[in-house]
C-alpha cells in the first residue's frame, strides 16, 4: 500500500507501549486505509482482538452513536458514565485477555461522549488506539488529548512519494503498468491516494487501461470518471462566479502570470481562491506562476465547461499571451492550440512556429495538424518538413515520404537540402529500411551543387548509409573524411558518430567507446544522429562488455527524463538497452518487462529500425525462459517487421540468434548452430560481431574443437574484453579445463555477464568432477546456483557428472549457513532457530561438504 515507514512506526508505537497512534492527513491521502491495514498486522502479527469504529457526521449527534454496537439494548441511555464503562467493559471481555487494538476512522466527527470512551481505551490501558483525523477540521477536545495529553503518537499522514504512488498502483493491478501511464497516475493524482484508486479503477472500468501481453497499458487518456468527478466538485463547492471565472482562465491556459491572474480575475477573487485552497501561487511577484492546487481541477472544470464560456476564455487568453513582451515555444503551441478551439485561423507564422515546438514537446499529433494546416496556408518546404517529421515521429514513413517527394522541387538553399535530406535518412533507410532509394536519392543530390563543402555533406551521408550496411570496412575512409574537416566544421559532429560505428565494427573497442561517450546526446533526442549516436553506443558498450554500470544508470535517468518528455522513441531505447542489460545479467523477467516497454513506445516513433531487434530479444527471452507459446507468434512478429528484402545489416545478427534458439528450443541445434556459423562467416570483417556468434553457436552445442582457434584470433583482432571471454570459454571446452572454467567465469562476472558466468561455473563443476575433484566439484556447483540465483524466470543451467541432492541444500542447512555466514556462533544460531548446538553443527557439516567448503570463515562467500 506504499506506507512501509508510517506502518513501521505504527508498529513501534506499540512496542513502546505509548497507548495509541492519531494518524493526521488531508482527506484521500489514505489514512483510513492505513489504520485498516495497521489494524490487520496486529491482528495476523501480534495475535491481537481488534475493533474498528467509523464516526460519522449523522452518528455525532447521537450519544455513543459509534461505539452503538457494543451497547446491550436494556442498558440505561441516562446515565452515560454506566454506557461508557459497558463499552469498555464489552471490549475487554471482547479481547479475553489478548491484546486490544481499537481503530476509529475520522474521530473529528465522534460525539464527545463516544471521544471520552477512546481517551480512557487509552488512558486504563484497555486498548492501543489507531484514530485517524481529517486536517482542517475541528474534533472534540478528548480526541485533541488523544496526543496532546495521553501520549499517543501523533503521525502525519501525508500525500504518497512518487515510488509510494507506483506501489499502490501495482498492488492494485498485479502486473506491470507501463512507464507513461505511471506517470500520468502519479502526476493526476499528486499523490493522493484516493485519487490514485479512482483512477485506476475509473481507467479500468472505461476500458482505456487494458492488460496486454502481460502489460497494463494506457490505450486513451481517460475522461475523469463520474466517482472522482463528485468528489473534486464537492472540493470546490462555495466559489463566488468570480472565483469559478478564474478557476477556468487556469483550466485552460495554466500557469499565468500572478499580474495577469489579478489583470483577468481581480485581487480578491485570487486571494480568495488561494486561500481555499484551490489555487497555488509560488511567490509574490508580478511575473510568480499561479496554477490549480491540483491537476484533476483542471480536468473537472474542462469537462464541465459551456462552449460559449469556453469560447470566451480562450480568447482572453490569446490576449494575456500575445501581451507579453515575448514568447517560448510553449507558449505558440498554446495560441495556436486556443485559436483552433474557439474557431479563429492562426496565422501562417504561428502555425510553422507552434508546429515545430509541438514536435519538440513529442506532440506529433498536433504538430502534424498544424503543418498540414501550414502547408495548406503556403507554408512550402518548411510545413512540409515539419509534416514529415510528424509523421515519421508516428512511424507513417510512407506518408513521410510522399510529403518529402512532393516538396523536394522546393529546395532553394543548401541549408533547406540538408535538412531535407536528414529527414529522408530517416525515412528510407531506418524507417522504410530502403538504403537503395536514399543512395539514389543521394546521387540526385549530389549534382544539386558543385562546390567542395556540398560534396563534403553528401560524402558524410553516403558514408553513414554504407557503414551501417557493410560492417567493418569503412573505419579508413571515415578517418579520412575526419581528416579532411576543420576541427570547427559543421561536418564533424556528424562524422564523428559514424566514426564510432566504424571503429567499433572494425574491433578498436576501446576507442570506439571514448568517442562514444563524449559524442553522447542529451535528452531530448531531436534530431536522426543522436539517435543513432545512443544507438551506437549502447551497442559498443554492450558486445564489448565494457563500461556496463554507466549505461544502466544513464539509460534509467534518460528513461525517466523521457517518460516526463512524453518522447517515444527516447523511451523505447533506453527499455531497449535496460532490457538488454538484464538480459545478459540472467535477469529475464525484468529483460521481459522493459524489452515489452520498449517495444510498445517504439511502436509509436522507432528512428533507427530498433521494432524487429527488440522483438528477436523477446523470442530469446521466450526460448531461455521455456516459454514455447510465446516462441513462434513473437518470432513471426519479428520477422514480420522486417523490409522485404530482409533484415538490415544492424539488425542481422540479433534476428538470426533469435532464429537460431527458435530451433534449437523447438529441437533442431544442428541448424541452429549452422545458421549462426554462417551469419558470424559474413560477418568477418566485425570481429566482434563474428565472434558474438560463434560464441553462441558453442553454446548451442557447435564443437569447440572446431571453432576455439577461431574465437582466439578474433579476440587478437579486437580489445573487447568480452570477445577475450568468449575465446578463454571455448578453450576451456575444448580442454576440459575446470581451473579454466572457472577463471571464464569471474571474467564474465566481473563484466556483468551473470548468464555467461552461471555456464561457465556450471561447465567447471562437470569438469572437476570428470577430474576426480568432488570439493572443487562442489564448489563450482555451488557458485553457479548462487550466480543463477541472482537471476530469475529461467531453469539453472544443467550439471551433469554430480547428484543434485549432493550439491542442493536443504531449507534448514541455507538458514543455518546464512546465519553463519553473517558471524553468528552455534550456540546464536541454536538460540535463533530454537534448535540444539548438536543440531546446528549436524546441519552445517553437512553444508559445508555439499558446497566444498572446508573451512567456516569461507561461508560469507559461498553465499
Request: aromatic share 4%; proline share 4%.
Amino acid at each position: 500500500m506504499g506506507r512501509a515507514a508510517e506502518l513501521e512506526q505504527i508498529a513501534l508505537a506499540r512496542d513502546q507501549d505509548l497507548g495509541g497512534v492519531v494518524l493526521y492527513g488531508a482527506a484521500g491521502v489514505g489514512k483510513s486505509r492505513l489504520a485498516r491495514e495497521a489494524l490487520s498486522r496486529a491482528e495476523s502479527d501480534g495475535g491481537a482482538v481488534v475493533h474498528f469504529v467509523q464516526a460519522t457526521r449523522s452518528a455525532a449527534t447521537v450519544a455513543l452513536g459509534a461505539f452503538g454496537g457494543l451497547i446491550a439494548a436494556d442498558a440505561r441511555s441516562d446515565d452515560l458514565y454506566e454506557l461508557m464503562q459497558r463499552v469498555s467493559g464489552s471490549l475487554a471481555e471482547h479481547a479475553g485477555g489478548r491484546p486490544l487494538v481499537v481503530g476509529v476512522d475520522d474521530a473529528q466527527w465522534l460525539d464527545s461522549t463516544s471521544a471520552a470512551v477512546t481517551l480512557e481505551l487509552l488512558n486504563s490501558g484497555t486498548a492501543f488506539v489507531i484514530a485517524t483525523i481529517r486536517d482542517g477540521e475541528s474534533a472534540p477536545d478528548a480526541v485533541v488529548s488523544l496526543w496532546k495529553d495521553a501520549g499517543a503518537q501523533r503521525i502525519e499522514v501525508g500525500l504518497l512519494s512518487r515510488p509510494e504512488t507506483e506501489r499502490l498502483v501495482d498492488e492494485m493491478l498485479m502486473a506491470p503498468l507501463e512507464r507513461e501511464a505511471r506517470r500520468w497516475v502519479a502526476e493526476t493524482s499528486q499523490g493522493n491516494a484516493l485519487y490514485v484508486r479512482e483512477l485506476v479503477l475509473g481507467a479500468r472500468a472505461g476500458g482505456a487501461l487494458q492488460q496486454v501481453d502481460g502489460l497494463w497499458r494506457l490505450l486513451v487518456r481517460p475522461p475523469v470518471s463520474a466517482s472522482l468527478k463528485e468528489l473534486i466538485t464537492a472540493r470546490m463547492a462555495g466559489l463566488e462566479q468570480a472565483e469559478h471565472r478564474l478557476l477556468e482562465l487556469l483550466a485552460l491556459g495554466e500557469p499565468l502570470r500572478l499580474s495577469e491572474a489579478v489583470a483577468r480575475a481581480g485581487v480578491e477573487p485570487v486571494t480568495t481562491a488561494e486561500e481555499r485552497g484551490v489555487v497555488s501561487v509560488e511567490g509574490s511577484s508580478p511575473d510568480a506562476a499561479v496554477r490549480l492546487a491540483h491537476p484533476l481541477y483542471g480536468e473537472v472544470i474542462r469537462s464541465s465547461l459551456g462552449s460559449v464560456r469556453g469560447r470566451e476564455a480562450r480568447l482572453r487568453l490569446v490576449e494575456t499571451i500575445r501581451a507579453r513582451d515575448s514568447q517560448q515555444p510553449e507558449d505558440t503551441i498554446r495560441l495556436a492550440r486556443w485559436l483552433i478551439e474557439a474557431g479563429e485561423a492562426p496565422g501562417l507564422e504561428l502555425l510553422l512556429a507552434a508546429s515545430r515546438a509541438a514536435n519538440n514537446a513529442a506532440d506529433p499529433d498536433f504538430g502534424g495538424a498544424l503543418a498540414e494546416r501550414a502547408l495548406a496556408a503556403g507554408g512550402g518546404l518548411q510545413a512540409a518538413l515539419l509534416l514529415a517529421r510528424a509523421h515519421a515521429a508516428r512511424n507513417r514513413f510512407a506518408d513521410a515520404e510522399a510529403v518529402l517527394d512532393a516538396a523536394e522541387p522546393s529546395i532553394e538553399t543548401q541549408a533547406d537540402a540538408l535538412e531535407y535530406l536528414e529527414a529522408q535518412s530517416e525515412v528510407l533507410h531506418w524507417g522504410l529500411q530502403s538504403p537503395s532509394d536514399l543512395k539514389e536519392l543521394l546521387s540526385r543530390a549530389a549534382t544539386w551543387w558543385k562546390d567542395r563543402e556540398w560534396q563534403q555533406h553528401i560524402a558524410a551521408m553516403r558514408l553513414r548509409t554504407t557503414s551501417f550496411e557493410h560492417f567493418g570496412v569503412d573505419v579508413a575512409a571515415s578517418t579520412q573524411l575526419l581528416e579532411g574537416a576543420g576541427a570547427k566544421s559543421r561536418l564533424r559532429p556528424q562524422l564523428e558518430k559514424v566514426h564510432v560505428a566504424n571503429l567499433f565494427y572494425s574491433g578498436r573497442a576501446q576507442e570506439a567507446l571514448k568517442l562514444a561517450l563524449r559524442m553522447r546526446p542529451s535528452i531530448p533526442w531531436r534530431t536522426l544522429s543522436d539517435s543513432i549516436a545512443v544507438s551506437v553506443w549502447r551497442r559498443v558498450s554492450l558486445d564489448s562488455g565494457e563500461g556496463w554500470d554507466e549505461l544502466e544508470e544513464w539509460m534509467t535517468r534518460a528513461l525517466e527524463d523521457a517518460v516526463g518528455l512524453g518522447d517515444h522513441a527516447t523511451i523505447g531505447q533506453a527499455a531497449y538497452s535496460l532490457a538488454s542489460l538484464r538480459f545478459l545479467q540472467g535477469r529475464y523477467e525484468e529483460a521481459r518487462a522493459y524489452a515489452i516497454e520498449a517495444e510498445r513506445q517504439m511502436e509509436q516513433h522507432d528512428p533507427v529500425g530498433l521494432l524487429p531487434v527488440i522483438s528477436a530479444l523477446l523470442v530469446e527471452i521466450a526460448c531461455v525462459t521455456c516459454d514455447r507459446d510465446a516462441i513462434t507468434p513473437t518470432l513471426e512478429k519479428c520477422l514480420g517487421r522486417l523490409r522485404e528484402g530482409g533484415p538490415l545489416a544492424h539488425q542481422l545478427p540479433y534476428v538470426v540468434k533469435a532464429q537460431a534458439w527458435a530451433l534449437h528450443t523447438e529441437g533442431d541445434p544442428g541448424r541452429a548452430q549452422e545458421l549462426l556459423l554462417k551469419t558470424a562467416a559474413n560477418f568477418s570483417a566485425s570481429p566482434i560481431h563474428c565472434a558474438a556468434l560463434t560464441y553462441e553457436a558453442l553454446r548451442a552445442g557447435a564443437p569447440a574443437r572446431r571453432h576455439a582457434q577461431a574465437l582466439q584470433e578474433l579476440s587478437q583482432r579486437c580489445d573487447a574484453r568480452l570477445v577475450t571471454a568468449y575465446a578463454n570459454h571455448a578453450t576451456a571446452l575444448q580442454n576440459d579445463d575446470g581451473i579454466a572454467f572457472a577463471k571464464v567465469a569471474d571474467a564474465m562476472e566481473l563484466i556483468g555477464a551473470i548468464r555467461y558466468a552461471t555456464e561457465a561455473a556450471a561447465h567447471a563443476a562437470d569438469a572437476f568432477a570428470r577430474e576426480g575433484r568432488q570439493d572443487s566439484a562442489r564448489r563450482a556447483a555451488a557458485r553457479s546456483g548462487q550466480l543463477h540465483a541472482r537471476g530469475k524466470g529461467a531453469p539453472p543451467p544443467p550439471i551433469t557428472e554430480l547428484d543434485p541432492d549432493a550439491v542442493r541444500l536443504s531449507p534448514r542447512e541455507a538458514q543455518t549457513v546464512q546465519l553463519a555466514a553473517e558471524g553468528l556462533s552455534n550456540a546464536q544460531i541454536a538460540e535463533r532457530l530454537v534448535l540444539s548446538s548438536r543440531t546446528v553443527e549436524s546441519h552445517l557439516y553437512r553444508a559445508m561438504q555439499k558446497l566444498g567448503i572446508p573451512d567456516r570463515r569461507q561461508l560469507p562467500r559461498a553465499r
